[in-house]
């Protein structure tokens, strides 16, 4: 039961990386800007073509290396196995939101209004928050289900 939830909340990640993906490229210049320097000056450019492809290769294997990597767990008989199996489903879910808060923070970079990205900060925060509690729980579960064996 756990499993199914688990990989319901990582397809309801991935559709909502698709909206936000297509919303984004919809909104891309001709020369994506991808990086910039600590006073603000743009640094490094991609065709819009490259970006769009390169961003779309990047999420499908990442999300597909994860599922697989479920789907394996999942059909061992060891209870650790499939416990992580559903943590993989769960950590599917945080890089899905890691990547749809970048692509967002690239359509901002990008956009024509003048924007401050400081006030974006928070949002990689809770990227990188949500990873951190991701790490804790696996490492919860896994020292239970050890505890539990002996």
Same mark, same amino acid.
């Given at each position: ?12 990640? =991935?559709? =909502? ?5 297509? =919303? ?11 990086? =910039? ?28 290396? *994860? ?81 539990? *064996?002996?």
């Amino acid at each position: 039961m756990t499993y199914k939830i688990a990989n319901a909340l990582r397809l309801i990640s =991935i559709l =909502i990386l698709v909206v936000v993906f297509f =919303i984004f490229y919809a909104g891309l210049p001709e020369q994506v800007l991808v990086l =910039i320097d600590e006073l603000g000056n743009p640094t490094l450019y991609f065709p819009r073509d490259t970006f769009f492809y390169g961003t779309l290769s990047i999420l499908i294997v990442a999300n597909a290396l *994860l599922y697989m990597l479920s789907i394996l767990l999942s059909k061992s008989t060891q209870e650790t196995l499939k416990g992580v199996a559903n943590y993989s489903m769960l950590l599917a879910v945080v890089v899905n939101v890691f990547f749809g808060v970048s692509l967002t923070f690239l359509g901002i970079l990008n956009g024509r209004e003048n924007f401050d990205y400081s006030s974006f900060a928070p949002f990689f925060y809770m990227s990188g928050s949500l990873f951190l509690i991701w790490v804790i729980f696996f490492l919860i579960s896994i020292l239970r289900q050890k505890a539990s *064996l002996k």
